[in-house]
Nanobody, 117 residues
């Protein structure tokens, strides 16, 4: 299984980006039964949860991104997205997708998001 993340880049404050994470080699039932999430890690800081989407379809967001970020998925494509609007310099970080199924954790390679003021 490989999680292939993409969509990062450099934008000015107020801009938007959409991150994508494709689960290569994961069977459909595992993807649909998993908890999908995006984490981020800024320089000098610990990795933190940004958004999650449970197998039941419930979403949870870090307070700082509520109303600006949206996590979604397409089961047929086994892909998870993170739509990021109204980006702020504080959102600058490497973003990682994560899929958890039972005791198994899968991580993407990380994609850099840089927001300039």
């Amino acid at each position: 299984v490989q999680l292939q993340a993409s969509g990062g880049g450099s934008v000015q404050a107020g801009g938007s980006l959409k991150l994508s994470c494709a689960a290569r080699g994961m069977i459909w039932s595992t993807f649909t039964g998993s908890r999908r999430a995006w984490y981020r890690q800024a320089p000098g800081k610990e990795r933190e949860l940004v958004a999650e989407l449970t197998s039941e379809g419930m979403t949870n967001y870090q307070d700082s991104v509520k109303g600006r970020f949206t996590i979604s998925k397409d089961n047929s494509k086994k892909t998870v997205w993170l739509q990021m609007l109204s980006l702020e310099p504080e959102d600058t970080a490497v973003y990682y997708c994560n899929i958890k199924f039972g005791s198994w954790h899968y991580w993407g390679q990380g994609t850099q998001v840089t927001v300039s003021s």
